[in-house]
């Protein structure tokens, strides 16, 4: 069996989120192994780096695969994006030593929200942005965002659902942008709770739109109490931005400013 690494990049509006389910078909996993599946004329089971929620986009998502079918990377991309519908896409894909795991592997992970802070929608970014019309001071958001900074207890930030056996998580960097009328909000952690970041960005958002002071986010932390933190923000705004591994593994992470560029 030979194991292989997969580049995905998705528009999430369409599905339910990653991880495949009972109830529906609409899962970008289940088109994944799908289109894997016909290639390898066997069935293929895969992992992720991360599982996004539905309606959340990516720009690399890494997945890993074991086959014993024997094809070049070329023909892995060109039958798998024969078969994928056109808002997901195979990037590219490299065998792998037995030892990569997409998920375990992964020493980090990054995820960007975009607001448009407008007093109208934008029909070309209707659906990769959240339309936020209070007008944000981004130098309170990213004095608040410091509070975040480091390994801590982020149970205020946990969504109800979430299964993980710890709620600490370490945040290795938080920036926030501003273009025109576009507000990015890039976080960068070793992972992530169930809606962590959108948590995060609707915090964020309160403090921006100067409802609660900077300071009120260290107090959110340490009440790790999920009532005390904002609303959960949309999912539209947010994109996976992808992993990163170590440099051994030669999966390197994309030029991100180089993508996602959205126009105000």
Known sequence: MQRYALGIEYIGTSYKGWQKQKKTNLTIQEKIEESLSKVANESVKTI????TDSGVHASMQVIHFETSANRLNKAWLAGCNSI???DISINWIKKVPEDFHSRFSATKRTYRYHILNSNKQSVLNRDFTSLIRAPLNINLMQKASNHLIGEKDFSSFRGSGCQSKSPNRNVFEVKLKKRQNIVSIEISANAFLLNM?????GTLIEVGSEIISPESMKDILEA????HAGKTA???????LGPEYDPSFKIYKPK???QLTLKS
Request: charge should be positive.
């Open 224 to 227: 790790r109490d999920r009532t």
């Open 48 to 51: 992720c780096s991360g599982r």
């Open 256 to 258: 991100y400013n180089n």
């Open 234 to 240: 949309e999912a539209k705004g947010l994109f996976y």
């Open 197 to 201: 970041v959108r948590i995060i960005v």
């Open 84 to 86: 994928l519908p056109k």
